[in-house]
T-cell receptor
Framework: NAGVMQNPRHLVRRRGQEARLRCSPV?????VYWYRQLPEEGLKFMVY????????ESGMPKERFSAEFPKEGPSILRIQQVVRGDSAAYFC????????????FGPGTRLTVL | DQQVKQNSPSLSVQEGRISILNCDYT??????FLWYKKYPAEGPTFLIS?????DKNEDGRFTVFLNKSAKHLSLHIVPSQPGDSAVYFC????????????FGAGTRLTVKP
């Protein structure tokens, strides 16, 4: 019974490079959420996706960040032209539906931008 | 805008005693509240939740209390165990928009043997 999988667990990029973070939800879950945890801060909502659709991206920075959840394969959070301020832990969560369903979190990807 | 606040970054408790973690929120539209526990190098795991129609929810050693008028909730752990040592996040959402779950900054609980 695999939980939410995220890879890579650690990612190091130089300024200006691209970062791709992958998230495989719990089997059967069709809702994926991405969160960012900056040092000394709580988790901050970034984007909510269902298969092939972005439902709510109100927490996403307007530039350089994008997310997708294709019909087949994992959800991808993509950060173009990374800057040092992008260094954070990025968590993915999944749920079977919205409402009061709890969200199951992956182990996170720690992005370090040099 | 910090709509969910955990004002104590850390808490240290003796094994067997009660741990009380506090959380305040500002958005009166929040009506569903959760506590997550997070160990180092792992993602948060769901612990317990409460909806606004209740003022208390209990699950084993864990009890969450909700005071809507004060916009305050607390998590009680009794008796505390060393394995409870972790960071605890309070989270809140409005059921109509469960996508936008807001988290506090977390409280690091240390339970000493």
């Amino acid at each position: 019974n695999a939980g939410v999988m995220q890879n890579p667990r650690h990612l190091v990029r130089r300024r200006g490079q691209e970062a791709r973070l992958r998230c495989s939800p719990v089997k059967g879950h069709s809702h994926v959420y991405w969160y960012r945890q900056l040092p000394e801060e709580g988790l901050k909502f970034m984007v909510y996706l269902q298969k092939e659709n972005i439902i709510d991206e109100s927490g996403m920075p307007k530039e350089r960040f994008s997310a997708e959840f294709p019909k087949e394969g994992p959800s991808i959070l993509r950060i173009q032209q990374v800057v040092r301020g992008d260094s954070a832990a990025y968590f993915c969560a999944s749920s079977p539906s919205t409402g009061t369903d709890t969200q199951y979190f992956g182990p996170g990807t720690r992005l370090t931008v040099l | 805008d910090q709509q969910v606040k955990q004002n104590s970054p850390s808490l240290s408790v003796q094994e067997g005693r009660i741990s009380i973690l506090n959380c305040d929120y500002t958005n009166s539209m929040f009506d569903y509240f959760l506590w997550y526990k997070k160990y180092p190098a792992e993602g948060p795991t769901f612990l317990i939740s409460i909806s606004s129609i209740k003022d208390k929810n209990e699950d084993g050693r864990f009890t969450v209390f909700l005071n809507k008028s004060a916009k305050h909730l607390s998590l009680h752990i009794v008796p505390s165990q060393p394995g409870d040592s972790a960071v605890y996040f309070c989270a809140a959402s409005a059921v109509y928009n469960n996508n936008d779950m807001r988290f506090g900054a977390g409280t690091r609980l240390t339970v000493k043997p």
